[in-house]
């Protein structure tokens, strides 16, 4: 049986909380964490001599999902939960033509422990769902914002869609 080398370095593990930034903007403060997703999808090749046992597994493309728990109750932070609205300046209105685009921007997490920052170069906010607001007198209120990855096609192919480290501003 093969040997394996061990190796182990607590200074590899991380806890705590992020600063989230869309479009240049801070969100502000967060309950609940923020959790990234990342699907990597495949196809997979297949004949029927071998029935359903794959021959090979092909790149299909990523699903990259940011749900951040907004806990800030402002008027910038309710536009990202909806993409449908029109900003009236002081108030949201709710009711037009579907069809138009969403507006998208940079999502940059940095983590306060100086761990990796994860940097979507081009990521809709609260694509498809629900938005759930509750107004009880046990908790406070947070908002639950999906950020959605979107391809950025004027970078360089294999660099479209997300980095983590080696963060650019540009």
Excluded: W
């Amino acid at each position: 049986m093969p040997q394996y080398p061990l190796s182990f370095d607590s200074d590899n593990i991380s806890i705590g909380p992020c600063y989230v930034y869309f479009a240049g903007v801070h969100v502000g403060h967060t309950f609940g964490g923020v959790t990234v997703s990342i699907t990597q999808n495949t196809y997979e090749l297949k004949s029927d001599q071998y029935g359903e046992t794959p021959l090979r597994v092909l790149d299909a493309g990523l699903v990259m999902e940011v749900t951040v728990n907004m806990t800030e109750s402002t008027f910038a932070n309710l536009k990202l939960l909806f993409a449908s609205a029109t900003d009236e300046t002081t108030y949201l209105t709710f009711g037009k033509p579907v069809g138009e685009l969403v507006t998208t921007g940079e999502l940059v997490l940095e983590p306060i422990d100086g761990s990796e920052i994860y940097q979507i170069y081009n990521a809709a906010p609260n694509v498809g769902g629900a938005v759930e607001i509750a107004f009880t007198t046990d908790n406070q209120r947070v908002y639950a914002c999906r950020f959605m990855g979107l391809i950025d096609d004027a970078r360089v192919s294999g660099d479209q869609l997300f980095r983590i480290g080696g963060f650019s501003s540009a």
